[in-house]
């Protein structure tokens, strides 16, 4: 492909910064957007592009964000945002039932209106710029990448909300891409398993490694280019479209 305008939510970094160092690898200009300021503007400072603030729950800062990967500026070819990757989001614990009571609905509400109503958020705004752009020789006018986790399929005790907001973006990812088809619009979404991001860079060694180990082959944690990789592919191949692709090792999470 050549090189286009390209956008990552929550791009500063683990799998949202190594998909934007593959796509500015490949030639393709990225606006990293984050509420981390302080990293992104670190990142684009070491690969290049653009960073903007952005919080995918609120639907001027992505307008906002979007706008900035269209604008005559932003670098690619064909004219318009033509790449969208959304790797924002937040992982949530706790079981339903409680020592004190019922779970809190305020950390259901949360978990949900950034995993899941972030990414309809981020998919709307990136669509309707990209209905505009000029189709390539393939009649493509954008790809949309969303993120999910195995966790939507076989999620643990202690994961309802988790679970939930990400089964909701498995389940949005057909129909979304029948929806957009008529306009040469992909959406694809990747479900990671357990991959070496900064939330479990915060568990010991020993930790890591036996949840490594859990993983039928290869048996380590990925690591986030792996998902990059798989980024980048999806955008290079325009017969991907409407699926979940599954990134685990073969994974298949227990109970607990």
Avoid at 145 to 153: D, G, K, P
Avoid at 235 to 241: A, H, P, S, Y
């Amino acid at each position: 492909m050549k090189p286009e305008s390209a956008i990552v939510f929550g791009g500063a970094s683990g799998l949202g910064e190594a998909t934007a160092r593959r796509l500015v690898g490949a030639g393709h200009k990225v606006v990293v957007a984050d509420l981390n300021e302080e990293k992104g503007i670190e990142l684009v400072g070491e690969i290049g592009g653009t960073f903007v603030k952005a919080d995918v729950t609120d639907e001027e800062s992505v307008r906002e964000a979007i706008a900035e990967a269209a604008g005559p500026g932003a670098g690619g070819t064909s004219g318009g945002v033509r790449i969208c990757v959304n790797c924002a989001g937040v992982g949530a614990a706790g079981r339903i039932v409680q020592k004190d009571g019922a779970a809190p609905l305020e950390g259901y509400q949360w978990a949900i209106n950034i995993n899941l109503m972030g990414t309809i958020n981020v998919l709307r705004l990136a669509a309707e710029s990209m209905v505009g752009n000029e189709p390539d020789d393939q009649g493509q006018r954008g790809v949309c990448i969303n993120t999910a986790s195995i966790a939507a399929y076989d999620g643990q005790i202690g994961q309802t909300a988790y679970a939930a907001s990400k089964g909701g973006v498995v389940g949005l990812t057909l129909p979304a891409a029948r929806d957009l088809s008529r306009h040469g619009v992909r959406v694809m979404t990747i479900a990671p398993g357990l991959f070496d991001t900064p939330l479990l860079a915060l568990l010991p060694e020993p930790a890591r490694k036996a949840l490594g180990e859990t993983i039928p082959f290869p048996s380590r944690l990925g690591v986030p280019d792996e998902f990059g990789a798989l980024a980048l592919h999806i955008v290079d191949n325009v017969m991907l479209n409407g699926e979940v692709i599954r990134l685990d090792g073969a994974l298949r999470m227990a109970p607990k």
